[in-house]
């Protein structure tokens, strides 16, 4: 295979694939309405399609399990096939990459010294500091040289998943590889955060389009987690969140209240604390999200959520807007109303009265 | 050609961190060979002193490529240490999730990981269309995108794809190496069968997602399974969630017999030599998986257990994971020390102490008379076993079981080669289709048992009788094991005052891919390179065939911690 002259736009590569102008719009029209952006931004995707040539993106693997690499290619909107061969140059991927040993090695050298501060580098996983990170190696190098050496001349990092964001779950404690994320390891680059274990298959491929077509790095709250998938707390727009507020709670599992579908913060849901699009995306193409299939969020996007307590113990505090309501507090609401022979859902009514009004001093505090 | 050592490393298209490196004599044929696990996790570690029921989860993420299979044997593991029995729907759903697995990680393993060992993707180019058709409808007859155009339209993508300069994933690699010998009709068709079925992928990933809420690593539960059934209830599982896994195995199905199975007897018959190199060790080992009467009477197990030794069909002998006699892990090869005088340790009373002694990165070699590898040696009764599709085909076939006997029989029949080729690369590369054969058949099988059960009125998926650890003994052990899609896997629990003191596991991979051992038997990866000629050893095609046919999965290999939660023991996790 020859390599020849600059690479192209992804509208020259769609267009060379067959697609006709009409269907080119209308992809470029469901990418925006995937990113949530208004229609009137539909004409400044197209550009961005019609004008840039597909970016380089090396994508390295540390101490990781591969989830963030099969939750990618299990996007609906885009799909894997249209972002590896129509969006980005995938150049460096030790998952689907068919060189193997050096020749593979080879690539990454010359992705680093040919295209300087233009190729992305994508971080799976991350980097074990203890003993000179002889816990992974990679070509006979360890993988923080490697890390260090590919992030030098890279435009900007996407750190995947909660291993490269956060650390997840070869750092909890007493991590013993000394295992640490990427913006511990690289700085003076900018960073974008994308936890989850996996992220959300259509949430990665989200923003890696958002930069293509924007050109720039989406928002990014102090975490460096774009704020655009990142805003909101799964509890507050999970549908469960109605029993949640009615009281109405699974207390065991696989009991009348589980075939109900109501709330599992009891069963230790960490849906209050946890900022993720499950309960909007959902997962799959949005067939279901963990609490939709039954069992409580374990809180998998949040910072070292795997030493946070176990999973199936109850939230000490559930953060609502605006107040941070110990569960203690609502249990003693009901237990008062019901001592005093007051209907349970009297007492539900209280508890979503004050919840209501936490959301209206909420909305204050924000304006 | 001069004898030389070929050094491939990092090995693609695999989970995790391999290196190999493969000693030739001056005919190119490889000699000796060592395999090199490179990384190491320590999850076992981690897993000290917390919630038992939460282990399934940290268990989960030892690898996300076999989702689901470390928190199904994690779920069984301390079910089996605190007595629990989980209800027939949940065995039936986890049933379910597991031969969801098992159909989309092998078709994934297939055409993403494998094929372009066979397949010329430059050769494709050159291919034409029509006859491209022709074929296809040939291997294939019930596929409907077999026609002229498809194939042009596929051609066109691959030519501007590869005019454009930028080619990504597939550049730098082995096209035109002698040793790819398809047409180029049969390489288009190929390359356009690896973009069918990434796109198809995600759907019958849907099914973890409807009973587990996500796809990678949907959720498990200690005592059953989280996802309520209530044919009454809209929030539960029902009937439209009942509907859409339906059409999904459906969909599945068709894949299977109508996609894969044809592309690899149609891409096998092209590579009969492959049926005489690879094959290894000929030991091969299975603990059985997808109970039909509770995970405690294998004699109602779909996939058989047993170990099989020499090559030999006629004897299937039985296999006790829990016998400290039968299990034990080596370290002599491995970055790990044991007490002085020590030679093997069941994980019950396994010891991993981290001791690196390879040399100091960057590095050009490894020493294969020293440590060189993050993996440890497990061995049954001393002897090195191979796990995964073939060892569970063979045993299936040599328990005499009909299911396997004909689908066994039925491809070798098509491909004109005898019994004795499934000792092979090819022949393990093969055995993993035939069991997605049955794997897709069961998947319907179970799911109308599901419906059944539903049908006579048993709607429960978990047992919470034994939920909170109160109702636990004070100690207790625990025993789980699952046949993940790479091979028998084994989780080991002891829980004191109902958190967990010690917790390990020896996986597929482990056994697969181990260094030496103190015997200086190599394990399986590394015998089935031996005697194999290389045409380019720069380009080791020949290397990679091999290995990939195994499927080898690295981020498993971790060790874990001490009996008593005192000192380090091991847990091979890959």
């Known amino acids: ?367 | 050609m001069t004898a030389q050592r070929v050094v491939v490393d990092p090995v693609t298209r695999i989970e995790g961190h391999l290196r190999i490196e493969a000693m030739l004599d001056g005919k190119g044929t490889i000699q000796d060979a060592m395999s090199s696990g490179t990384m190491w996790r320590g999850i076992e570690i981690i897993l000290r002193d917390r919630d038992p029921r939460t282990a399934w989860a940290y268990c989960e993420r030892i690898c996300g490529v076999c989702t689901t299979v470390h928190a199904l044997a994690s779920v069984r593991t301390v079910e089996n240490a605190v007595g629990i029995t989980v209800p027939p729907n949940a065995d039936i759903i986890r049933n379910i999730m597991f031969l969801t697995q098992y159909v989309q990680d092998h078709v994934i393993h297939f055409y993403h990981l494998h094929a372009l060992d066979w397949v010329d993707v430059v050769s494709a180019l050159s291919a034409d269309p029509a006859a491209t058709a022709a074929l296809a409808q040939k291997v294939s007859p019930h596929w409907p995108k077999a026609t002229t155009g498809y194939f042009s339209d596929v051609a066109a993508t691959l030519k501007r794809f590869v005019d454009s300069g930028q080619l990504g994933i597939f550049a730098n690699a082995y096209w035109g190496h002698p040793a790819y010998k398809l047409p180029a009709e049969a390489n288009l068709m190929a390359v356009a069968h690896y973009l069918e079925a990434l796109k198809w992928q995600k759907e019958i990933a849907k099914i973890h997602t409807i009973f587990g809420g996500k796809n990678p690593h949907p959720n498990y539960l200690v005592g059953g399974m989280a996802c309520a059934v209530d044919m009454q209830s809209d929030n539960a599982i029902n009937m439209e969630r009942l509907n859409y896994v339906k059409g999904l195995i459906t969909q599945a199905q068709g894949i299977v017999e109508n996609l894969y199975i044809p592309d690899l007897l149609a891409v096998a018959s092209f590579y009969p030599e492959w049926t005489t190199y690879g094959g290894g060790l000929g030991n091969y080992m299975s603990y059985g998986d997808l109970p039909q009467n509770g995970i405690g009477d294998p004699s109602s197990f779909l996939f058989p257990r047993g170990v099989i030794l020499d090559k030999d069909l006629s004897t299937v002998i039985e296999v006790d994971p829990t016998d400290p006699e039968q299990i034990r892990e080596q370290v002599a090869h491995s970055w790990y020390t044991y007490p002085a005088g020590t030679e093997g340790l069941h994980p019950w009373d396994g010891v991993t102490e981290p001791n690196y002694t390879g040399p100091k990165p960057p590095y050009k070699q490894l020493d294969e008379n020293g440590q060189y590898s993050w993996l440890k040696a497990p061995r049954w009764r001393d002897k090195a076993m191979e796990v995964g599709p073939l060892a569970r085909v063979l045993i299936g076939f040599a328990s005499g079981r009909d299911e396997f006997k004909e689908v066994v029989t039925e491809a070798l029949g098509r491909l004109k080669i005898p019994a004795a080729a499934l000792f092979s690369t090819l022949g393990r590369t093969a055995a993993r289709g035939l069991e997605t054969r049955l794997a897709a058949h069961w998947l319907r099988a179970e799911f109308d048992r599901l419906v059944a059960n539903i049908k006579a009125g048993d709607q429960r998926v978990a047992d919470t009788s034994r939920w909170e650890p109160a109702t636990w003994p004070a100690e207790c052990k625990g025993f789980g094991f699952t046949e993940a899609p790479r091979g028998a896997l084994g989780h080991w629990v002891h829980i004191k005052d109902g958190k967990i003191a010690n917790y390990q596991a020896v996986v597929p991979s482990t056994w697969n891919a181990s260094p030496k051992d103190g015997k200086g038997q190599h394990g399986a990866y590394e015998a089935a390179l031996l005697g194999t000629p290389m045409a380019d050893p720069k380009r080791p095609v020949e290397i990679l065939r091999t290995i990939h046919s195994f499927d080898p999965c690295l981020a498993c290999a971790s060790h874990v911690f001490g009996p008593d939660g005192e000192k380090l023991a091991e847990v091979v996790v890959r």
């Open chain 1, 1 to 367: 295979m020859s390599s020849s002259g600059r690479p192209k736009t992804t509208y020259d590569v769609l267009r060379a694939h067959g697609v006709d102008r009409r269907k080119f719009l209308k992809f470029c029209t469901l990418t925006a309405a995937a990113m949530g952006l208004d229609v009137s931004l539909v004409p400044k995707v197209v550009e961005a399609m019609e004008t840039k040539p597909r970016i380089p993106v090396i994508w390295l693997h540390g101490l990781e399990c591969t989830c963030c690499s099969e939750s990618f290619i299990r996007s609906s909107h885009p799909i894997a096939q249209d972002v590896i061969l129509n969006m980005i140059s995938l150049d460096y991927d030790d998952t689907l990459q068919a060189a193997a040993g050096e020749q593979v090695e080879e690539i990454r050298r010359k992705v680093i010294k040919e295209h300087p501060g233009e190729y992305v580098l994508a971080v799976e996983g991350n980097a074990p500091t203890n003993d000179g990170g002889v816990y992974c190696t990679v070509g006979g190098d360890t993988f923080l040289n490697v890390l260090r050496e590919t992030a030098e001349h890279a435009k900007f990092v996407v750190a995947w998943g909660s291993c490269a964001s956060n650390g997840c779950v070869q750092s909890a404690y007493p991590n013993p590889t000394g295992a640490k994320p990427v913006h511990e390891l690289i700085h003076g680059k900018p960073i974008i955060n994308v936890p989850g274990c996996p992220p959300i298959a259509e949430v990665m491929t989200g923003v890696l389009t958002y930069v293509l077509t924007f050109g720039r790095l989406p928002e990014l709250d102090r975490f460096h987690r774009p704020k655009m998938f990142y805003a909101q707390r799964i509890h507050d727009k999970c549908y469960r969140r109605a029993y949640f507020d009615a009281g109405q709670f699974v207390e065991t599992w696989d009991d009348d209240g589980a075939r109900k579908g109501w709330c599992l913060y009891k069963m230790g849901c960490r849906g209050p604390t946890t900022y993720n699009s499950c309960s909007t995306f959902k997962w799959n193409n949005g067939v279901s999200y963990p609490i939709g299939s039954g069992h409580g969020c374990i809180g998998c996007s949040e910072n070292n959520f795997w030493d946070n307590g176990p999973f199936y113990d109850r939230l000490a505090s559930i953060p609502v807007p605006g107040i941070e309501a110990t569960p203690d507090a609502i249990g003693g609401t009901l237990a008062i109303a019901a001592g005093v022979g007051v209907a349970a859902h009297f007492a539900s009514f209280m508890v979503k009265k004050g919840l209501d009004r936490s959301r209206g001093q909420d909305t204050e505090a924000e304006e």
